[in-house]
T-cell receptor
Framework: SQTIHQWPATLVQPVGSPLSLECTVE??????LYWYRQAAGRGLQLLFY??????ISSEVPQNLSASRPQDRQFILSSKKLLLSDSGFYLC???????????FGPGTRLLVL | QKEVEQNSGPLSVPEGAIASLNCTYS??????FFWYRQYSGKSPELIMS????GDKEDGRFTAQLNKASQYVSLLIRDSQPSDSATYLC?????????FGAGTILRVKS
């Protein structure tokens, strides 16, 4: 069966510091991978998605970036965090565009 | 851009009642529809997928799809306090899912 991991589970970072969140998927190959952010009490905002190694599509232009160095690894980064980057970051995978996505446990980020 | 609309709620139902959650979508060509449940502070969990007109039942959950009217609904029978959560409707758009804003369900014991 497939498993998706995210770490860390929680993170408190000062404004202006860098960020690196990691997501890995087990039990499948060549998955579509997604990064979402959910602000408190709000809906899901798609940040990036990838259909293959090195292929990144950006949905929201901002100070975040994503990379996919390996087939089942997806990384979300920032060089300098803003207060508005606080939120619940979710990684998800699917076997294809028209198929359901499965979410990881999420990382709760607080920027102070 | 495809749109998926849900009533934000909260929808309050007594324990044991049927909860009815509705979702409308803008793209008449959509073929797949998904319902997710999200407990407070947790990640969304897929609970139902439906691909054809009519009803699909899974335990206490029934998904209903009406492509002509462009709506999909989720019925929860014998609602339990543990069903209290936000329910998200999602429709594929290329390699992405378009999510509704979600409906908050509260089941009162």
């Amino acid at each position: 069966s497939q498993t998706i991991h995210q770490w860390p589970a929680t993170l408190v970072q000062p404004v202006g510091s860098p960020l690196s969140l990691e997501c890995t998927v087990e039990g499948t190959s060549n998955p579509n991978l997604y990064w979402y952010r959910q602000a408190a009490g709000r809906g899901l905002q798609l940040l990036f998605y990838s259909v293959g190694i090195g292929q990144i599509s950006s949905e929201v232009p901002q100070n975040l970036s994503a990379s996919r160095p390996q087939d089942r690894q997806f990384i979300l980064s920032s060089k300098k965090l803003l207060l508005s980057d606080s939120g619940f970051y979710l990684c998800a995978w699917s076997e294809g565009g028209a198929l359901p996505q499965y979410f990881g446990p999420g990382t709760r980020l607080l920027v102070l | 851009q495809k749109e998926v609309e849900q009533n934000s709620g909260p929808l309050s139902v007594p324990e044991g009642a049927i909860a009815s959650l509705n979702c409308t979508y803008s793209d008449r060509g959509s073929q797949s529809f998904f319902w997710y449940r999200q407990y407070s502070g947790k990640s969304p969990e897929l609970i139902m997928s439906i691909y054809s007109n009519g009803d699909k039942e899974d335990g206490r959950f029934t998904a209903q799809l009406n492509k002509a009217s462009q709506y999909v609904s989720l019925l929860i029978r014998d609602s339990q306090p543990s069903d209290s959560a936000t329910y998200l409707c999602a429709v594929p758009y290329g390699n992405k899912l378009v999510f509704g804003a979600g409906t908050i369900l509260r089941v009162k014991s």
